[in-house]
């Protein structure tokens, strides 16, 4: 099984990853790199590394030794339910679903942002409802809208839990590594059209 590691300063690299893996079983995701340390914009510190790295060694053995079917946390469904409520369904490989701001800090709405024809339409409400994250806006969602999740990030600014494209969801795995890190299951960057279903 090849390991392939791609680190990008934008977040298309992520996108182009995530898109690989959906359309071939034979490409897994690990997770994203935003909440482990970096040195700069784009590389991971000798932290982040080993703890990418822990997290790499985790999904291998799920896949490799256990044989299981694992995915990351991602979108399954995304629907709009009213001119100012969407909802967005996630694959959780250990539930429940958590903001977490402790380890991320927190970019502006956990990372989610909702996009029309006319541009950003600002966000009033995010709860987590089992697998499901429920988004609230503050004016009506236009024609053609999109949600985001940890896609966009300050021009200029390194990568990492602190800086740079991240959000606050993950899920509730666990396992630690040898060293005590925890390695919970992030959300992967998307930006997704509204409605989504994946597979469809």
């Known amino acids: 099984m090849p390991l392939l590691d791609d680190i990008h300063s934008y977040s298309e690299g992520g996108i182009g990853a995530n898109e690989a893996a959906e359309t071939d079983p034979d490409i897994v995701i690990a997770g994203p790199t935003y909440p482990v340390p970096h040195a700069d914009a784009v590389h991971l510190d000798g932290a982040g590394g080993r703890d990418f790295g822990l997290q790499f060694g985790k999904v291998m053995f799920k896949r490799l030794w256990r044989g299981e079917d694992w995915h990351p946390v991602e979108p399954r ?8 409520v969407v909802s967005c369904r996630f694959h959780v490989p250990e539930p429940p679903l958590v903001f977490d701001t402790a380890t991320v800090t927190d ?10 024809d006319s541009g950003t339409v600002a966000i009033s409400e995010l709860r987590i409802l089992l697998d499901t994250v429920v988004i609230t806006t503050s004016a009506d969602i236009g024609a053609n809208p999109r949600l985001s999740y940890a896609y966009y990030g300050t021009a200029g600014n390194g990568g990492g839990p602190a800086t740079g494209c991240r959000g606050n969801l993950r899920d509730s795995d666990p396992t630690t590594g040898p060293n005590g890190a925890r390695l919970w299951n992030w959300g992967v960057i998307f930006n997704k059209p509204i409605p989504y279903e994946k597979g469809a």
Do not use: M
Not at 107 to 116: A, K, M
């Open 77 to 84: 469904r995304i629907t709009q339910h009213s001119a100012r």
């Open 107 to 116: 970019p502006g709405d956990y990372g989610f942002v909702v996009e029309d």
